[in-house]
């Protein structure tokens, strides 16, 4: 059983919990919580930690069984509950968390290449809240979106509070960070021919009244200020999204959902009308 937090193993997961620098430079994360960890995949599965006790429980032992059996090498600690209070970054520890290696996306994965699906993407830019990341995340699996596009200026995808809101979406729905945006949208439409739509007051038509049954890609912007003019200049198209009252605009994930289940119902249905 690991005592101290002074374990270097402790200090590493403190690191990944707190520091994206470190998430990127080792390419793991931290997952925390029964049910979180039980989605990982298995071949992701780097170490798991469990609370003193919990492995003599039946529901722990069933847990550690099912574990064991996903991934029969992976390596499994008890720790004390001190040193799990040290590593856990939810208010009310469920006393299980795992190190998990991110898993590589291509964007050819993104845009649904290798499974022979027609591109469903959504495109964000420098979106910041981790709440609104990680819900546009389980809504792209729900709405059967091809995959996800982030600029490296977005909130970290593998921080814990994204990692929690995904609730297991992230290790399904293809991603990838870009460093250049710009340049991975003109890939999109120039070498995969894929339409490239943004939410603007440009907009001359609803989103409901255009068809996104061919390859599309959706562009999502900072909750603050939008999308930045030279990323915003690049869309094949302009919509917009019906407003009542006084808003001007929805929230970021909020407009994503819209989109992406537009393009469920159409696809699903074979028409736009």
């Known amino acids: 059983m690991i005592t101290s937090t002074n374990n270097n193993q402790i200090k590493n997961i403190v690191a990944l919990n707190k520091k994206a620098r470190e998430r990127k430079a080792q ?6 919580g029964i049910r979180a960890v039980a989605e990982v995949p298995g071949e992701l599965l780097e170490s798991v930690f469990f609370v003193e006790g919990f492995m003599n429980t039946e529901a722990g032992s069933h847990f550690l069984a099912e574990i064991k059996a996903k991934a029969p090498n ?6 004390s509950s001190n040193v799990f209070k040290t590593m856990s970054e939810t208010v009310t520890p469920q006393g299980v968390l795992a190190v998990v290696h991110q898993r590589r996306f291509t964007l050819e994965d993104v845009l649904g290449i290798s499974t022979g699906k027609v591109a469903h993407v959504v495109i964000l830019e420098t979106l910041q809240d981790p709440g609104n990341m990680g819900t546009i995340i389980r809504t792209a699996e729900g709405a059967g979106a091809t995959g996800i596009i982030i600029n490296s200026t977005s909130v970290d995808l593998y921080s814990p509070k994204v990692v929690r809101s995904t609730m297991g979406s992230i290790f399904r729905v293809p991603h990838v960070i870009v460093q250049d945006l710009a340049e991975t949208i003109h890939t999109l439409t120039d070498t995969y021919k894929v339409s490239v739509y943004a939410a ?3 907009g001359e038509r609803y989103y409901d009244e255009m068809d996104f049954r061919e390859p599309s890609a959706f562009l999502i912007g900072n909750e603050g200020n939008g999308l930045s003019d ?10 917009k999204i019906p407003m009542e009252g006084q808003l001007e605009s929805l929230n970021a994930a909020v407009a994503a959902s819209l989109l992406m289940y537009e393009t469920h119902r159409q696809r699903k ?3 736009f009308e």
């Open 27 to 32: 390419r793991l994360f931290v997952v925390e």
């Open 230 to 239: 030279e990323i915003a200049g690049l869309a094949t198209s302009y919509l």
């Open 200 to 202: 603007h007051l440009k």
């Open 74 to 79: 992976v390596k499994i600690d008890e720790v």
């Open 269 to 271: 249905a074979g028409t």
